[in-house]
């Protein structure tokens, strides 16, 4: 019974690095999903920071959301399914009323039943997001959160525990190969 609490890793290869781009910039490479989660996006504080040697950028922000959320799936049959499962559970009714809708190719549609409608529940939530921006020489990492105000403390434990645990390993570079000019015979 609440929004869950949803945490997401990317990895961007290219983009503007964490802690040396302007805010703008920042917003434009790796917030844009953020809006798409809220209904109204409101930016929060931006704190640099420092993760394994890396530069990191904290972020924040929050925004209204209306969550409508599936309780029980709606049933459609076709139709032949429909009358016989109807008429199993109203035993004796040679009258049995449904809602029919019409599916399939066109030239080809076939009846679906909807047996049963389902039941949605609908709420409005106040999110917190928070994110972690850590940028190597390669690629910046972006490590985000979002949950309901009220659990914002979880989405802060987490990109903590992150940060301090984070280390960075960095593969050796392949060697460059060289070649020499072929011996000359007799040398």
Known sequence: GGYPLAVALTLFPEGPRAGAAPEEAVDGAYLPSWRAHVDRFTPGERKP????????????????KHVREEVRKPIVLKEAQAVALLRERNPGKSVI???????????????????????????????SL???????????????????????????????????GLRVVERPRRLDLWTASPLKPGS
């Open 49 to 64: 920071s420092t993760v394994d040697g890396l530069r990191a950028l904290r972020v924040t922000g929050s925004g209204p």
């Open 97 to 127: 009323t449904y809602q029919a809708r019409m599916s399939g190719k066109a030239g080809d549609f076939i009846p679906e039943v909807v047996v049963d409608p389902g039941e949605y529940r609908e709420a409005d939530y106040e999110l």
């Open 130 to 164: 928070s994110a972690l921006l850590v940028s190597s020489r390669r690629a910046t990492l972006l490590l985000e959160c979002r949950a309901p105000t009220s659990r914002r403390g979880e989405c802060d434990d987490a990109l903590g525990s992150f940060e301090r």
